[in-house]
């Protein structure tokens, strides 16, 4: 059974830094590219980091510099550490992995940035 759990959501000041993890199960990890996406109220789901097997990572320009991305494949998690929060990072963020055409999804984890 596949699972992606996410953690480390909460609310945070502008300025402040999260750290979101994502542990996963169920299905070969180190072949997969995993992400994060988030999605803000009456908004699209967009992605917001993804790293790939190899270690190659792309990010939203909106994030850019501000957070990363990281993995360990023994673990099984992908960690996404985000830094100087604005109040435009609110959203439910998601973990995600992808292999060609099959995909998971986590069930997402709020991130709050309010003073």
């Known amino acids: 059974q596949v699972q992606l759990v996410e953690s480390g959501g909460g609310l945070v000041q502008p300025g402040g830094s999260l750290r979101l993890s994502c542990a996963a199960s169920g299905f070969t990890f180190s072949s997969y590219a995993m992400g994060w996406y988030r999605q803000a109220s009456g908004k699209q789901r967009e992605l917001v980091a993804q790293i790939t097997p190899g270690g190659s990572v792309k990010y939203a320009d909106s994030v850019r510099g501000r957070f990363f991305i990281s993995r360990d494949d023994a673990k099984k998690t992908v960690n996404l550490q985000m830094n100087s929060l604005k109040v435009v990072d609110t959203a439910v963020y998601y973990c995600?992995?992808?292999?060609?055409?099959?995909?998971?999804w986590g069930k997402g984890t709020q991130v709050t940035v309010s003073s």
């Open positions: 995600n992995a992808a292999l060609t055409l099959r995909g998971y």
